[in-house]
């Protein structure tokens, strides 16, 4: 069994920066999709970057610019690197991976935004 575990979440002033991580244990395949999505409050769970396992990488528009989500296949983790954060930026922040086209979730990490 395959499980994903974020860390790095908290609370941080808008302009700041906070980096995530997903670290993948448990019977592990080779994840041909992973990515981040998050959860504003009062809101569905949106797309905020995914990465393939050859490395190309796709952004909402929203986080263009300011996010960078990269991996490293060996250790079955990604990160998301999260500068210059605005209050809608907001959310919990949940690991997605697919292997063999199973699907499989993070708990979510919490990312709290100040104004």
């Known amino acids: 069994q395959v499980q994903l575990v974020e860390s790095g979440g908290g609370l941080v002033q808008a302009g700041g920066s906070l980096r995530l991580s997903c670290a993948a244990s448990?019977?592990?395949?080779?994840?041909?999709?992973m990515g981040w999505y998050r959860q504003p409050p009062g809101k569905q769970r949106e797309l905020v970057a995914y990465?393939?396992?050859?490395?190309?990488?796709n952004y909402a528009d929203s986080v263009k610019g300011r996010f960078t989500i990269s991996r490293d296949n060996a250790k079955n983790t990604m990160w998301l690197q999260m500068n210059d954060l605005k209050p809608e930026d907001a959310g919990v922040y949940y690991c997605?991976?697919?292997?063999?086209?199973?699907?499989?979730w993070g708990q979510g990490t919490q990312v709290t935004v100040s104004s």
């Open positions: 997605n991976a697919v292997a063999a086209s199973v699907t499989y």
């Open positions: 990465i393939l396992s050859g490395g190309t990488t």
């Open positions: 448990g019977r592990i395949f080779n994840f041909n999709y």
